[in-house]
């Protein structure tokens, strides 16, 4: 489906892109940026979130290669996780035609915040420790759980995904922030492909914007995770809280207020 923009709206969309793109690779929340910026130029809403699915999978394609070259991601130990997260984001796609989302904004808020909370005030892991956990009891439990539920949100919703599965990995598998990252580039990436395709297949992708948008959003990821793996925590983790409290904020303006 095409949907006709002047060119200046088509410029500022993709400076956004851009930055949604690095701050996405960093931190996750990109979708706060690039979804309110496709609804403001007049697109509707399911194309807009069609069109921002296929921007959004060049960007977390773009970074999550890049943490897997630099071995900060190991597929091997993730199987799980990958394929519950891929059920999670179909069902979570076709499930958003159906479903009441006016729980889910009501309590997204305090889940987001919670989220902030919990990262600024929880113990800061020592860069060298903390690997990928090996194939501890209940591993696979832990990623089935974890991948249902976050692969269906980013499929019905989707506003902080990337943050989500940042800080759960941390508070799950006891991962730094680094290797949280890593693993939540691809997940998000696995959630993204998937539910594109569910949009697809609705009809629901503005299929110029979208290629152009996730231009700009591959180069600002590409910046991003380089930056993130070359200046480590010290340089994500004021990015990830500072996103995440913006995550709760907004969320909690658009439901309550």
């Known amino acids: ?4 923009l002047e060119p200046d709206i088509w410029l500022v969309l993709s400076v956004v892109a851009f930055i949604a793109g690095f701050i996405d690779a960093i931190a996750g929340g990109g979708g706060l940026l690039t979804i309110p910026a496709l609804l403001t130029s007049g697109l509707p809403p399911h194309l807009a979130l069609g069109t921002n699915k296929l921007a959004a999978t060049f960007g977390s394609a773009t970074a999550s290669f890049t943490f897997y070259k630099k071995q900060l991601f190991k597929p091997q130990i993730w199987i799980t996780a990958l394929f519950t997260t891929f059920v999670g984001a179909l069902l979570g796609t076709f499930a958003v ?15 987001v915040l919670a989220t902030a909370v919990y990262t600024l005030f929880s113990k800061r892991p020592n860069e060298e420790e903390h690997q990928p956990p090996t194939n501890a009891e209940g591993l696979k439990t832990k990623q089935t759980f974890q991948g249902f539920t976050l692969g269906f ?17 941390m ?40 290629v152009s948008m996730g231009v700009c959003i591959m180069a600002g990821a590409f910046l991003g995770a380089h930056s993130a793996i070359r200046f480590g925590a010290n340089f994500i983790r004021p ?10 904020a907004k969320l909690a303006w658009e439901a309550w207020l």
């Open 97 to 111: 035609h159906y479903l009441d989302p006016s729980v889910l904004d009501k309590g997204l808020p305090m889940i």
């Open 239 to 248: 990015i990830f809280i500072s996103v995440v409290i913006v995550i709760a």
């Open 153 to 169: 949100y980013d499929g019905f919703a989707g506003p902080g995904t990337g943050a989500f599965w940042t800080v759960s990995n």
């Open 171 to 210: 508070a799950i598998y006891k991962l730094n922030i680094l290797w949280a990252s890593g693993m939540a580039k691809a997940m998000n990436f696995v959630s993204n492909a998937t539910s594109l395709a569910a949009f697809i297949y609705l009809g629901h992708v503005n299929w110029l914007l979208g």
């Open 1 to 4: 489906m095409e949907f006709a």
